[in-house]
C-alpha cells in the first residue's frame, strides 16, 4: 500500500503539470493542477505513515521514496525553466545534486547503510536527516511550486505580481537548502567508498 501511494503520486503530478503547461488560459486547469500539485506533496508523508504503521518498510520502499521525490521535484524545477519562470540554473542545480547524492547513497545501501544513516558526523547527520531541516525544506519547496503555480491561474491574476515574487524568493530558499542538504553526503562520500565494513 506504502509504494502504491509512493507511485500514485507520480502520476497525479504529471497530470498537474499537463494541465498547467497545456491550458495555460484555462482558470479551471489552473485550479486542478494547484489541486493536484498539493495532493502530489501531501502523499509524500501518507506513503512513509503507510510503511510504519503497516510494518512496510523495505530498501525498496526507500528506493521508491527518494526516486518519487526526484521526480516530482526535479518536474517541477524544469517545468518552471521551460515556462520562464524560473532561469535554467534552478534545473540544472537540483538535477545535479540529485545525481551526485543519489549516486552516493546508492553506493551506501549496498553497503547496508540507509540514505540518512550514512552520516556519520553529527552535524552532517543533523543537516541531512533532521526533522527540522527535512521539513523546512519540504515547506520552502512545496510552498515555491504552488505559489508560482497560483500566481500564473487566470482567475488569480490580480494576485500574480505579489504571489510570483514571494514564489521566486521561496524557490531561491529551496534550491539553497537544497544544495546545503547534499553537501555533507558528498562530504563523507569517503566512509561509503573507502570502508568496506561501514553499518547502518
Keep these: 500500500m506504502a509504494n502504491f501511494v509512493t507511485i500514485f503520486r ?14 495555460t488560459d484555462s482558470s479551471t486547469a489552473g485550479i486542478w493542477a494547484l489541486v493536484l500539485t498539493i495532493l502530489a506533496f501531501s502523499l509524500d508523508g501518507l506513503d512513509g505513515y503507510l510503511a510504519r504503521k503497516l510494518n512496510e518498510q523495505s530498501k525498496l520502499g526507500a528506493l521508491l521514496d527518494i526516486m518519487s521525490d526526484r521526480i516530482v521535484e526535479n518536474t517541477y524545477w524544469v517545468v518552471f525553466a521551460y515556462m520562464d519562470l524560473l532561469p535554467l540554473w534552478f534545473p540544472l542545480v537540483a538535477l545535479t545534486r540529485g545525481f551526485i547524492t543519489d549516486t552516493i547513497r546508492s553506493a551506501a545501501m549496498e553497503k547496508g547503510l540507509t540514505p540518512f544513516g550514512m552520516q556519520r558526523n553529527p552535524i ?7 526533522k527540522f531541516m527535512r521539513i523546512t525544506y519540504a515547506v520552502a519547496k512545496v510552498l515555491a511550486f504552488i505559489v508560482i503555480i497560483a500566481s500564473q491561474v487566470p482567475c488569480l491574476e490580480a494576485y500574480s505580481g505579489p504571489m510570483y515574487r514571494l514564489g521566486y524568493w521561496l524557490a531561491i530558499i529551496a534550491i539553497v537548502l537544497c544544495v546545503v542538504r547534499g553537501l555533507p553526503v558528498v562530504l563523507e562520500a569517503k566512509y561509503v567508498v573507502g570502508d568496506s565494513e561501514a553499518k547502518a
Design 10 to 23: 507520480v502520476f497525479l503530478m504529471f497530470i498537474g503539470v499537463y494541465l498547467f503547461v497545456v491550458f
Design 124 to 130: 552532517c547527520k543533523w543537516i541531512t536527516g533532521s
